[in-house]
């Protein structure tokens, strides 16, 4: 089966400008997630959608931050002005089920470089 | 709150010797933990998880990994290192309240010749 695909890969940006990613889950997956992952760290959960309803955004910075997943199937996450700290490669994630515990995989990820 | 530790930056083995990635949590209730391996330039990868059953998780690549409860621990191991082992690896674990596992800072594995 076809893995969770990203795009862009890369993006280099000036602060204050915009970016849009995009993401398309594996076929069937129910749940979407959107990391941050910032050089030398972990991934950091930045949104979770169920289907096409949002199950958790508490950590996504919604003043320059936005996601969505109309159809419940691709997925696209912007930012809007980006800062210098935006710099970090975002990762969509995708699982079959809704349950705690279920497995994510990850896309390639798209690494952004604020300048 | 819950929080999974990788208490080593990185970790040096020769070819052929067992390897150990270690991790350590902390969550309320029963842990669902997760290793994920990172290649550069590629998203993470599932190696193997641990819900409930045998303590004793077996994972792809001839990974495995303990979950030992009393020391809330979930250490990666495998027999023998290759050289293509190399990467970073990645420990998540959350409980049965959380939908989303908390994700340990990382731990780059380095399989010399």
């Known amino acids: 089966e076809a893995g969770v695909a990203q795009s862009p890969r890369y993006k280099i940006i000036e602060k204050r400008q915009s970016v849009a990613f995009w993401c398309n889950p594996i076929?069937?997956?129910?749940?979407l997630y959107w990391y941050q992952q910032i050089l030398g760290q972990g991934p950091k959960l930045l949104i979770q959608?169920?289907?096409?309803?949002?199950?958790?955004d508490s950590q996504l910075p919604k003043d320059r931050f936005s996601a969505e997943r109309l159809k419940g199937v691709d997925s696209t996450l912007k930012i809007q002005p980006a800062k210098l700290e935006d710099s970090a490669v975002y990762l969509c994630?995708?699982?079959?089920?809704?349950?705690?515990?279920?497995?994510?995989?990850f896309g390639p990820g798209t690494r952004l470089l604020v300048l | 709150a819950q929080s999974v530790a990788q208490p080593e930056d990185q970790v040096n083995v020769a070819e052929g010797n067992p390897l150990t990635v270690k991790c350590t949590y902390s969550?309320?209730?029963?842990?669902?933990l997760f290793w994920y391996v990172q290649y550069p330039n590629r998203g993470l990868q599932f190696l193997l998880k641990?819900?409930?059953?045998?303590?004793l998780v077996k994972g792809s690549y001839g990974f495995e990994a303990e979950f030992n409860k009393s020391q809330t621990s979930f250490h990666l191991k495998k027999p023998s290192a290759l050289v293509s082992d190399s990467a970073l690896y990645f420990c998540?674990?959350?409980?049965?309240?959380?939908?989303?596992?908390?994700f340990g800072r990382g731990t780059s594995l380095i399989v010399h010749p």
């Open positions: 994630a995708s699982s079959f089920g809704t349950s705690p515990g279920g497995t994510q995989y």
């Open positions: 076929s069937g997956h129910a749940t």
């Open positions: 959608f169920q289907n096409n309803g949002v199950v958790d």
């Open positions: 969550v309320s209730g029963n842990p669902y």
């Open positions: 641990y819900i409930t059953g045998d303590n």
């Open positions: 998540a674990g959350g409980s049965g309240g959380s939908y989303i596992p908390t």
